[in-house]
């Protein structure tokens, strides 16, 4: 298994930018897939996440509004629109699949069992 994320850099306050995280090594299709950050000396927290299908999204409220998760199962890809971002969106960026198959949306770090490697968002003011 194996995910690789990329799209981060740095961005002025207000801008936005778009994560992309390739996945390879089991049936992304069927797996509930995510997004989640650490800012330097902070738990990692999660942002969002979006089911199998593709057809529910849930998102932590500081992001509702201003991100978009998205997945293309043909291409194996899942994605992360972020829009006015603020200083306080900056933070290592990991990409994260579901343990099991088939399963709910759901925010815990431990209901998701592979990790990619991380991308840096860091938004100046």
């Known amino acids: 298994v194996q995910l690789q994320a990329s799209g981060g850099g740095l961005v002025l306050a207000g801008g936005y930018l778009r994560l992309s995280c390739a996945a390879s090594?089991?049936?992304?299709?069927?797996?509930?897939v995510g997004w989640f950050r650490q800012a330097p000396g902070k738990e990692r927290e999660f942002v969002a996440a979006?089911?199998?299908?593709?057809?529910?999204?849930l998102y932590t409220d500081s992001v509702k509004g201003r991100f978009t998760i998205s997945r293309d199962n043909a291409k194996n890809t899942e994605y992360l629109q972020m829009d006015s971002l603020k200083p306080d969106d900056t933070a290592l960026y990991y990409c994260?699949?579901?343990?099991?198959?088939?399963?709910?949306?759901?925010?815990?770090?431990?209901?998701?069992?592979?990790w990619g490697q991380g991308t840096l968002v860091t938004v100046s003011s």
């Open positions: 090594g089991f049936t992304f299709s069927r797996y509930v």
């Open positions: 979006i089911s199998w299908s593709g057809g529910s999204t």
């Open positions: 994260a699949s579901s343990r099991y198959p088939d399963g709910r949306l759901n925010m815990a770090v431990a209901e998701y069992g592979y």
